[in-house]
């Protein structure tokens, strides 16, 4: 290892659009002085929340580092701005994001948070600390640039076999050895090739008993349907790393998958306790709330979730679809078409294709005669969805009856009750399928199943 | 009661130090010869020390629960020794041993700490190298300092500080190091930090050990 010295960086930041984001001029400048001295010169600048995002709309380029602080204005903070960023796609998983921060309690908001920034830096720093560090998440970038790429394009093949051929590199089989083996396990598990991706962790684990790898393991096992086995690995990470807060996430989502959503949405409303600033664990919560028909708790949380985050015009899309749930869920069409009236076009395009699903299930459910000849123009897609997640299920479920295509709401309904027999699904399928008057449909669906 | 007299004591030395570098960047400024570098190190480490008092208030007031990340290791010393040759660490050669590469879970700031305090000390006392070992042993992670000085007094007792705050920063380092816990099998580990003598390099050695 060769001791750091500022002269010998090799990346070129003449190239690299920067986004600071501080409400301090004073600080911005000096911000602008630290970057000029490494030789950039393409700074934007943020003032505060809103600012940011609306700079980030208008720039005719992605920013390629964002050095962010993280006490905003109006009760908000870096953190929520850095989610936002991600989740709306206004930077992408290969844009660097700092955290700057004068508080350490922001290890507090990093452990907790399922989003971290690629590092943060505690005020005051010298330069030189500065440069050091984006010097070292910008060599992984560099390093990862290709795989994100082929991941940005949904080329979950392509960003495998990167990955394959980076592990061949001095650096992918050095330094970055388990940065390689991690993304593969994690982009196996996203491309629905859940053996190799057990194979994979557990490969991994041979070598070292890191918990993160752990986690992986129990998250593959779960979508493996060894749900057991899955949550007796969660409660020994949980057990031997009490402070290691994204194991409390898995064991939500694991309780979850075996349709306890009691104990899942108990377990989530601690956590959120712990840490009430991390805005996708309190979606979670609600959707954990909605499953488990607290809609009390769904509403208030789903409430306080609209209030904190609708800063921006396109509010956040699992924000609206969930408020379009519970909105149909107590049949108030009205609402709903409120909800989703606010995603537009391009927001709708650039959404996964899960999302464009549920939005567009969720429309043609409230209003069919309108909505139907676009759920149709989806239905192949909609149909060869291997393990639909529960709630898009469900979505799918309303809109086939509403639509009167009863054989894709019995394909949907079998599907899930297939995939997750429990109580509470049939439960609620049951009540969908008797409003819709098809009782005798679901009744196949049960004889079906069992 | 002992407790916040240890609280006491390690506001009132930190104090001091604030108020000390305080002194000295007022005084460059002043002088003829503006040398604001000067100023700006003495101003920073104020607030360094500031920042380190009151994590030193939080952990012993509140017993505080220390955030834990994975953090990499190598990065970690990276950060460390440069933070150390800021703050005025005198230029002596740090060779690194490493044999262990990857992350850990750690309180990445307190751990920091530690590291920049035991730098700064081997530096102070070295003739002309330091040498750093990572490794792991029996499942914990291991981080020596070596250096090639008269090493450590024998009479240096890792214990609670005496009111003049002697050995508070080791005190502290303890704890930290001390919320470190981790199962293995049956037994509940915790870290811990042992001085002794450096047989590569004769002089002192720090040993950190994380579970």
């Known amino acids: 290892m060769t001791i750091y010295n500022p002269q010998t960086s090799t990346v070129n930041y003449k190239d690299k659009v920067f986004l600071v984001i501080d409400d301090q001029a004073s600080t911005r400048q000096s911000l602008r002085t630290t970057i000029q001295n490494m030789g950039g010169v393409q700074v934007i600048f943020g003032a505060n929340y809103k600012d940011a995002i609306t700079k980030l709309k208008i720039s005719r380029r992605v920013p390629d580092i964002v050095l962010c602080d993280f006490n905003l204005e109006e009760g908000r903070d870096g953190q929520q701005l850095f989610e936002e960023m991600r989740k709306s796609k206004l930077i992408y998983e290969h844009t660097i994001f700092m955290m700057v921060t004068s508080e350490r309690s922001y290890e507090n908001v990093m452990s907790v948070a399922e989003l971290s920034p690629d590092d943060y830096i505690l005020k005051p720093f010298t330069p030189d600390l500065l440069h050091l560090r984006l010097d070292r998440v910008a060599a992984k970038k560099i390093f990862l640039k290709h795989f994100y790429i082929a991941k940005l394009k949904n080329d979950l093949a392509g960003a495998i076999s990167v990955l394959d051929h980076l592990e061949l590199t001095s650096e992918g089989s050095g330094a970055y050895r388990f940065l390689v083996k991690r993304n593969r396990a994690e982009t196996l598990l996203l491309a629905n090739r859940t053996a190799d991706a057990i194979r994979h962790y557990e490969a991994i684990l041979a070598i070292h008993p890191f918990p993160w790898a752990k986690l992986g393991l129990a998250r593959a096992l779960a979508v493996d349907k060894n749900l057991t086995k899955a949550q007796k690995l969660i409660d020994q990470v949980v057990e031997e790393n009490p402070h290691y807060l994204s194991a409390f996430d898995a064991k939500a989502e694991v309780c979850q998958a075996q349709g306890d959503f009691d104990t899942a949405q108990r377990i989530l409303q601690e956590t959120v306790n712990k840490n009430p600033r991390n805005w996708s664990r309190k979606q979670s919560l609600a959707e954990a709330a909605m499953l488990n028909n607290d809609e009390i708790t769904a509403r208030s949380v789903m409430d306080d979730l609209l209030k904190n985050s609708l800063v921006t015009n396109d509010a956040n899309v699992t924000d609206r679809l969930n408020l379009a749930r519970l909105a149909i869920k107590v049949k108030n069409t009205h609402a709903v078409m409120e909800a989703l009236s606010g995603i537009s076009e391009s927001l709708f395009e650039s959404q996964e294709e899960n999302d464009q699903i549920s939005i567009l299930a969720l429309k043609a459910a409230a209003n069919p005669s309108v909505h139907a000849p676009e759920l149709e123009r989806h239905r192949n897609d909609i149909i060869s969805l291997q393990i639909p997640p529960l709630l898009l299920g469900i979505d799918v479920v309303r809109a086939g009856l509403a639509t009167k295509d009863i054989e894709l709401a019995t394909r949907m309904a079998t599907t899930l009750m297939k995939n997750k027999t429990t109580r509470m699904v049939s439960d609620e399928l049951s009540v969908i399928f008797t409003a819709a008057k098809q009782r005798a449909a679901f009744q196949e669906i049960l004889r079906l199943v069992n | ?211």
Not at chain 2, 62 to 85: F, G, R, S, T
């Open chain 2, 1 to 211: 009661m002992t407790e916040n007299f240890i609280l006491a004591d390690i506001l009132a030395s930190g104090v001091h130090d604030v108020k000390n570098n305080l002194f000295s960047a007022e005084s460059q400024l002043l002088s003829g010869s503006v040398d604001t570098e000067a100023a700006c190190v003495m101003i920073r480490s104020a607030s360094i020390r500031l920042s380190k008092m009151l994590s030193a208030y939080h952990l012993l007031r509140h017993d505080l629960q220390l955030p834990m990340n994975m953090i990499n290791v190598p990065d970690l010393i990276e950060d460390a020794i440069l933070q150390a040759k800021e703050s005025g660490a005198k230029k002596v050669s740090i060779a690194i041993n490493q044999a262990f590469g990857e992350d850990w879970l750690l309180a990445r700031e307190e751990i920091n700490d530690v590291l920049v305090n035991a730098l700064q000390n081997a530096d102070r006392f070295a003739k002309n190298q330091i040498e750093i070992g990572i490794y792991l042993a029996e499942q914990n992670l291991v981080l020596e300092i070596h250096d090639d000085g008269p090493g450590f007094p024998d009479d240096l007792k890792i214990g609670k500080p005496d009111l003049k705050g002697h050995g508070l920063g080791l005190f502290i380092a303890t704890h930290i190091t001390a919320h470190h816990k981790r199962r293995h099998g049956e037994q509940m580990v915790e870290g811990s930090i042992q001085l002794g003598k450096s047989e590569r390099l004769g002089g002192g050695l720090f040993t950190l050990r994380l579970p």
